[in-house]
């Protein structure tokens, strides 16, 4: 088997109606146009490589011609397997309801969508709606619907920065102004819309009841704490960790062989060097793969990083 070295992804900026012109200070980056309400930094087709042999090349081409020398024990349907993005939203999402894999492959899908959301940030008095109150009956959301009162019915989480929120698949959900969320998921783009506070986008009501469950594993997960860094969760899909670096000798956020690794610096900067590969450097906001073939990977700290470090899991 070929080795891989590690190499950093370029963001891909994707309109929402509900985002932001400006994005400072996370990224420098300003436009006239629709607004944005999403990085994306794993898509297949949106995201290239920005680093290494492979640049240019999108992230489903390099997946595709390397996928088991790339992804290794999670190397099975020729897809990458995680979809990580942040958002930005200033206004109210839709509130919505992803389907589980069994549904998702009843229409034609390949999985379904299970994420989480950790807190990059927060305002005062931020949260989320996660799941349906205790209570609630089918008939009454399906009513709550054209009344306008759906809002009323969904479970309130308060959200300040640092936390973990675990969204499994049929959980009813929605987030609001006030955060900006690292989100990892499952490589889906389906969300079916339960509500939209009156704006002119379709809704997809029937799929949403076939989907929602009334009870889900949705809320807040408290961090779990292993040596020198964090478990934020571990579920089935993913498992997430933080890794505040303090400078120098970084390598140990990699130094586990469990396949294809995810590195993303939520602050300061660090050096990714590799048997036969140019050093990457990887900023602030900024994401690395470390694909599973890569060999003698040392992470090097200049001042101070804080490192989210996601590994993916076969569902």
Same mark, same amino acid.
């Given at each position: 088997?070929?080795?891989?070295?590690?190499?950093?992804?370029?963001?891909?900026?994707?309109?929402?109606?509900?985002?932001?012109?400006?994005?400072?200070?996370?990224?420098?980056?300003?436009?006239?146009?629709?607004?944005?309400?999403?990085?994306?930094?794993?898509?297949?087709?949106?995201?290239?490589?920005?680093?290494?042999?492979?640049?240019?090349?999108?992230?489903?081409?390099?997946?595709?011609?390397?996928?088991?020398?790339?992804?290794?024990?999670?190397?099975?349907?020729?897809?990458?397997?995680?979809?990580?993005?942040?958002?930005?939203?200033?206004?109210?999402?839709?509130?919505?309801?992803?389907?589980?894999?069994?549904?998702?492959?009843?229409?034609?899908?390949?999985?379904?969508?299970?994420?989480?959301?950790?807190?990059?940030?927060?305002?005062?008095?931020?949260?989320?709606?996660?799941?349906i109150k205790e209570g609630a009956t089918v008939d009454q959301i399906k009513e709550s619907i054209p009344a306008g009162t759906l809002e009323g019915l969904l479970e309130m989480v308060p959200v300040k920065k640092g936390d973990m929120l675990f969204v499994d698949a049929g959980t009813v959900h929605a987030m609001g102004p006030g955060v900006v969320i690292l989100e990892t998921q499952q490589t889906s783009d389906r969300t079916y819309r339960m509500y939209?506070?009156?704006?002119?986008?379709?809704?997809?009501?029937?799929?949403?009841?076939?989907?929602?469950?009334?009870?889900?594993?949705?809320?807040?997960?408290?961090?779990?704490?292993?040596?020198?860094?964090?478990?934020?969760?571990?579920?089935?899909?993913?498992?997430?960790?933080?890794?505040?670096?303090?400078? =120098?000798?970084?390598?140990?956020? !990699?130094? /586990?062989? %469990?396949?294809?690794? *995810?590195?993303?610096? +939520?602050?300061?900067?660090?050096?990714?060097?590799?048997? =036969?590969?140019?050093?990457?450097? !990887?900023? /602030?906001? %900024?994401?690395?793969? *470390?694909?599973?073939? +890569?060999?003698?990977?040392?992470?090097?700290?200049?001042?101070?990083?804080?490192?989210?470090?996601?590994?993916?899991?076969?569902?």
């Open positions: 088997m070929s080795h891989l070295s590690p190499f950093r992804m370029t963001p891909f900026f994707r309109t929402r109606i509900w985002g932001f012109h400006d994005l400072a200070p996370w990224y420098d980056f300003k436009t006239d146009g629709e607004p944005i309400g999403e990085v994306w930094l794993t898509g297949e087709e949106q995201c290239k490589v920005a680093s290494g042999p492979f640049v240019g090349q999108s992230l489903q081409q390099v997946t595709a011609e390397h996928g088991k020398e790339l992804l290794g024990n999670v190397y099975g349907d020729g897809e990458f397997p995680l979809l990580i993005k942040l958002l930005f939203p200033k206004e109210k999402l839709s509130v919505q309801v992803h389907p589980d894999d069994e549904l998702a492959q009843k229409y034609g899908e390949p999985r379904g969508k299970t994420e989480c959301w950790y807190a990059l940030d927060a305002q005062e008095g931020a949260a989320v709606a996660l799941g939209d506070y009156g704006r002119p986008r379709e809704l997809h009501l029937e799929k949403s009841f076939e989907a929602m469950r009334l009870k889900t594993k949705a809320g807040k997960v408290a961090p779990k704490q292993e040596g020198d860094h964090s478990v934020l969760l571990d579920e089935k899909y993913f498992e997430i960790e933080r890794w505040p670096l303090a400078a =120098g000798d970084g390598t140990a956020v !990699v130094s /586990r062989n %469990e396949g294809v690794q *995810i590195l993303f610096v +939520s602050s300061g900067d660090l050096m990714i060097h590799s048997e =036969g590969g140019e050093q990457v450097h !990887v900023g /602030r906001c %900024e994401l690395a793969i *470390i694909p599973a073939s +890569s060999k003698h990977v040392k992470v090097e700290v200049q001042n101070a990083a804080d490192v989210i470090r996601i590994v993916p899991r076969v569902g």
